[in-house]
């Protein structure tokens, strides 16, 4: 499984850095610019969404943890 994922990512990345040198070559690095800042600005807005909850999760569990005086609901 975890060689499969490796090889997907590779092919992902590989075509994403045969887009880029395409553009390279018709000197339309601009765009690819501007779609890599989007892509970007989504991935970390993700990862912050994701700590939020995992955040939130866990100090909720704490106060449950307090309130039973350290004994596991």
Not at 17 to 38: H, K, Q, T, V, Y
Not at 60 to 71: L, Q
């Amino acid at each position: 499984m975890l060689i499969q994922q490796g090889q997907f990512v590779r092919t992902v990345l590989g075509a994403r850095m045969a887009r880029f040198r395409e553009a390279r070559c018709r000197r339309d690095i601009g765009a690819s610019a501007i779609e890599l800042a989007i892509i970007t600005a989504v991935v970390v807005g993700l990862a912050v969404v994701v700590l939020l909850i995992i955040t939130q999760v866990v100090n909720n569990r704490t106060t449950e943890i307090t309130n039973n005086n350290g004994k596991i609901p």
